[in-house]
């Protein structure tokens, strides 16, 4: 199955379809509304519309650092560590989106490489990112040699504000899952 009818689409589409929002000028804070997104999700023909996940419950965003000429061991530790925690994730009544940004050309086979063998659990979508449209907009692209994304994770309600935000300039500092769910359940009460 070919993906590039809809990788065009994605970037056709991309994020800030909205032409009312403004682009971020700095990496998404608490309080703030985000800027909508679409891309493609791996393995699926339909892109992810970032408002359409968020009207069902609070969206937990992970934005990991794609293909920086290796798989990043730093991602797929955070990854399985919120895997784990699915069950929590959905009694939370939350959705996790993870986004692998990279270059379009051969950004589905390191995505495919990247989750090989990981099985996700309802309320798991895993996002592609292609020629970083996404992470430009919301000024998380770490445009080094090596770099691709600052790993972010950020909770964001069903109006897309965000509720928790955490930025790492280095590959480690990431959230984890305590932090994130800890937010969820002040979301909740």
């Not at 909508?36 to 992810?48: S, Y």
């Not at 990279?102 to 086979?109: D, I, V």
Request: with cysteine.
């Amino acid at each position: 199955m070919s993906f590039a009818p809809l990788l065009a689409a994605a970037l056709t589409l991309g994020p800030l379809d909205h032409h009312e929002e403004a682009p971020l000028k700095a990496p998404p804070t608490v309080g703030q509304t985000v800027p909508d997104f679409t891309l493609p999700e791996l393995g699926k023909e339909k892109p992810v519309t970032l408002s359409k996940v968020a009207a069902d419950g609070p969206v937990v965003l992970m934005v990991l650092r794609g293909y920086p000429e290796y798989q990043c061991p730093a991602c797929t530790r955070q990854v399985g560590a919120f895997l784990r925690e699915a069950d929590a994730f959905e009694k939370a009544g939350a959705r996790v989106v993870m986004i692998y940004p990279g270059e379009a050309e051969n950004l589905q086979t390191f995505a495919e490489e990247f989750s090989e063998g990981m099985k996700l659990p309802e309320g798991f979508t895993f996002l592609m990112d292609p020629g970083y449209k996404f992470t430009n907009a919301y000024q998380l692209r770490w445009d080094a040699p090596r770099e691709t994304a600052y790993p972010s994770t950020f909770v964001i309600d069903s109006d897309r504000k965000v509720t928790f935000a955490k930025v790492s300039k280095t590959h480690g500092g990431r959230s984890n899952v305590q932090e994130v769910l800890a937010t969820l359940k002040g979301m909740n009460d």
